[in-house]
């Protein structure tokens, strides 16, 4: 499947952006998909998954845990990641990707995903 991420823009402290992952060519349905972010001169970094099957199981990285959410439409072939209280730090490249075969205790784990989207630039100014 190929992913294509989108929604990214400058938005200030405090506001909220909404990304989109959406799969071409086939279903997302059935896959665990993942949001990662890259900044400048810092390594690929999870954020946020969620379950192949089961929406309510989801998982977050500690820094957005609580700001962020993760959501999916399979009619709609699209994961969501709604940002809010955004910070200067969240300011990062953000990749959305999916993996047909991963374990989800193991989604966190970047080289697990060989379905990745090209990214989309968030930038948050202070």
């Known amino acids: 499947v190929q992913l294509q991420a989108c929604g990214g823009g400058l938005v200030q402290a405090g506001g909220s952006l909404r990304l989109s992952c959406v799969a071409c060519?086939?279903?997302?349905?059935?896959?665990?998909v993942a949001w990662f972010r890259q900044a400048p001169g810092i390594e690929r970094e999870f954020v946020a998954a969620?379950?192949?099957?089961?929406?309510?199981?989801?998982n977050y990285a500690d820094s957005v845990k609580g700001r962020f959410t993760i959501s999916r439409s399979n009619a709609k072939n699209t994961v969501y990641l709604q940002m809010n209280s955004l910070k200067p730090e969240d300011t990062a490249v953000y990749y959305c990707?999916?993996?047909?075969?991963?374990?989800?205790?193991?989604?966190?784990?970047?080289?697990?995903?060989?379905?990745w989207g090209q990214g989309t630039q968030v930038t948050v100014s202070s």
């Open positions: 990707a999916a993996s047909s075969s991963v374990i989800y205790s193991d989604s966190r784990n970047a080289p697990r995903y060989p379905n």
């Open positions: 060519g086939g279903t997302i349905g059935g896959y665990v």
């Open positions: 969620i379950h192949r099957w089961s929406s309510s199981s989801t």
